[in-house]
């Protein structure tokens, strides 16, 4: 089995139409529609109905999904090292204006506004903060001043080589790129004390998204709770791949579907790409 893409990012969210109102004030991202989500998928994912909406930013898809049943509200006190971490980086042309520009009712993760970080660490200006549900983002600036669609997603990993061994080996993806960031740029990006991350990104065949591993060795990573896909906390990435060898359940256009989680728990959810 190989992953061929990453399809989209999907994020549960408490209040569907507050997440619409907010996502679409962030820069390139535009509203694609709402629907609900296929009885299958539902089911899959643990719930008897999905209200979703579509989100755009280039050729990048984001869904947001509001769960009924709901689940429970994103964990109190939330950090950077914290297990379930996952967040979705946009890159922009002005990382200090946009950060100016995003809405009151986002919760800052950085301190200090917008951290250019040193060569050694890949020499982006980037900040992160938190939508009104608690998901974290980032808005992301790079030297060559690229801006298109949604980068990555960065999930946190207790362990770098079993992240890596697991997605390279399991899903076929392909180490692109491997550093290891700290000093007060990366503690004050991350609102975290004397922070060492190793910074790792995966590579499906078609290359953008990627995912990015942040594997914290200072502090240490903190565990999470275990967490369903009704939870708002349980941001997930469907893959696209050539096949699925036990698929869970199928949907209505006949697509194959599995739901999976990596070593540290992040839900993946696995789509068979169409011959």
């Known amino acids: 089995m190989q992953v061929t893409r990453l399809l989209r990012i999907e994020l549960t969210v408490a209040d569907l139409d507050r997440a619409v ?3 679409t004030s962030l820069p390139g991202l535009s509203s694609g529609g709402r629907d609900e989500a296929d009885p299958a998928m539902a089911a899959l994912l643990g719930a008897e109905r999905i209200e979703q909406a579509c989100l755009r930013r280039g050729d990048q898809t984001i869904l947001l999904q509001q769960f009924m049943p709901a689940g429970v509200p994103f964990p109190s006190d939330p950090a950077s090292c914290d297990q379930s971490f996952q967040h979705c980086a946009l890159p922009v042309a002005d990382c200090q204006a946009a950060a100016r520009a995003i809405p009151a009712s986002a919760t800052p993760i950085s301190v200090g506004g917008p951290q250019q970080l040193p060569p050694r660490s890949g020499g982006a200006t980037a900040y992160k903060f ?15 001043g690229h801006v298109n669609g949604v980068d990555h997603s960065a999930i946190v990993s207790s362990d770098v080589e079993r992240s890596i061994a ?10 692109a790129s491997r550093q290891t960031n700290r000093g007060p740029e990366q503690d004050r990006l991350d609102h975290l004390s004397d922070t060492v991350v190793d910074v790792v990104a995966l590579q499906p065949r078609v290359a953008t998204p990627h995912i990015e591993i942040l594997a914290y060795r ?17 941001t997930r990435l469907v893959l696209a791949v050539d096949a699925i060898p036990s698929p869970a359940g199928r949907l209505a256009d006949g697509t194959d579907v599995a739901l999976i989680r990596d070593p540290d728990r992040h839900l993946l959810l696995l789509m068979q790409e169409p011959a």
């Open 218 to 234: 200072s502090p240490p990573v903190r565990q999470a709770a275990p967490y369903q896909p009704r939870d708002i906390v349980a």
């Open 130 to 144: 938190r939508d009104p549900d608690g998901h974290p983002l980032e808005l992301i600036q790079f030297p060559d």
């Open 166 to 175: 697991f997605y390279r080996d399991q899903l076929g993806l392909t180490v």
């Open 21 to 23: 109102a907010f996502y």
